[in-house]
């Protein structure tokens, strides 16, 4: 409906000759490196190439006409870079022009950059520097193998505790197990480190007793959870997918500013571990108790952050790093702090405070779970909506006020 609406704009910005030309002319006439996408070979494309970068614009939209010269280039970088035998395509959709497969795609401001790769897309959509550079970058990094190949044991014990992985074991690659293996984790592969082992059992390791078999192992740095075999149809990829999902992009997420807008965007309040940076044992205190009394919250975002590096928000509150860890609910208009940390240890205390907020989220002096608020625990405004898709980086459709 607001894409309708929305095509009354240039008629408007007529009356704008100069702000018009500007745009129109950046976009226009299209050059041969960029691909104009439209619902007749949107399929065909994705299907004929390994990766495609689309660049969703609107021609009136100033952020769009700036970014058009830039990905041009960067689509000629690639060709003068990259082998001819590349299937790489970078292509544009007029989403005025396109309205189903904008919408079909999801599109909420311009303008929005989207990789698919074969014929997929990858679950983040691009948010890096509007550079040739960082764009061409970004490209030739998906063409790396998303997998990495391991043959003992020992190799694994190289692996990241601070990050989530997978751990495929296979007998022979010709099963269809280790096609969809592949394949998701190519999509999945900004959210887990993946890794691949082809051959026989190994002695001594239960998981290799019955192959092809997929384990989960978490970021044991930051979790107290374990290693966790999959235990459903391997050969059924929306099933495994569901459960690489729910593994990859755990119910408790860690935030920083690389990521956090892609979270503010959700538009969902958030319930923030505020921690010190090497206090990884509140983290998975915080995690745990989550993951217990809170799966069932669904309209929510569980995360934590590095309170130094948001001491902004933390001061916000009338606190200051010596009161870390501390806990808060940011509605994306208000911030309410949580009494005590430790008072998330009482069973049910933490359910509570969030049950206190899906109640009486309108009124501030409900928002405790004691009779009385301190003046510090008084909710002060969000620093957080801020950081979500910013007016000065995108034209935003769809998006109404915080």
């Known amino acids: 409906m607001w894409l309708k609406l929305l095509l009354l704009l240039p008629q408007l910005l007529l009356a704008q000759p100069e702000s018009s030309t500007i745009a129109s002319s950046s976009l226009s006439p299209i050059e041969p490196h960029v691909l104009q996408i439209t619902e007749s070979n949107f399929n065909s494309t994705l299907q004929a190439n390994d990766v495609v970068l689309i660049n969703f614009y609107a021609d009136w939209c100033h952020f769009s006409a700036r970014l058009a010269p830039i990905f041009e280039t960067a689509a000629i970088r690639l060709a003068e870079d990259l082998p001819k035998s590349a ?211 669904g309209q929510f975002n569980f995360v934590t952050v590095d309170g130094l590096k948001f001491e902004h928000s933390v001061n916000h509150m009338g606190k200051t790093h010596l009161d870390l860890p501390l806990i808060a609910i940011d509605s994306l208009k208000l911030m309410y702090p949580y009494p005590n940390f430790k008072d998330m240890f009482i069973p049910g205390h933490l359910k509570q405070f969030v049950d206190n907020f899906n109640s009486h989220h309108l009124n501030p002096n409900l928002m405790t779970t004691n009779t009385t608020m301190k003046d510090n625990e008084k909710p002060s405004n969000s620093t957080f909506r801020y950081l979500g898709p910013s007016k000065y980086r995108y034209t935003l459709i769809g998006h109404d006020e915080l």
């Open 87 to 297: 299937k790489v395509r970078l292509g544009r959709v007029d989403c005025m022009s396109e309205l189903e497969l904008s919408n079909l795609c999801a599109i909420t401001k311009f303008p929005t950059l989207r990789l698919f790769y074969r014929g997929h897309p990858l679950r983040r959509e691009y948010r890096g520097k509007r550079s040739v550079e960082a764009l061409v970058e970004y490209v030739k990094e998906q063409l790396k193998f998303a997998i990495k190949r391991f043959n003992d044991m020992e190799q694994l014990e190289m692996i990241n505790v601070k990050r989530r992985s997978v751990i495929g074991f296979f007998d022979n690659r010709k099963k269809p197990e280790f096609a969809i293996f592949e394949q998701l984790a190519e999509r999945y592969k900004h959210d887990c480190d993946f890794y691949q082992r082809v051959g026989p059992k190994l002695k001594n390791v239960t998981y290799t007793q019955h192959m092809p078999t997929i384990v989960y192992r978490p970021d044991t740095a930051r979790t107290h959870a374990i290693d966790e075999p999959f235990v459903g149809d391997m050969t059924n990829k929306s099933e495994l997918e569901a459960w690489l999902l729910k593994k990859c992009v755990p119910l408790v997420r860690e935030v920083d500013f690389s990521n956090v807008e892609e979270i503010i965007e959700q538009r969902l309040p958030l319930l923030v571990l505020f921690h010190m940076p090497n206090d990884m044992n509140s983290v998975k205190d915080f995690k745990s108790i989550v993951e217990m009394q809170l799966s069932d919250c």
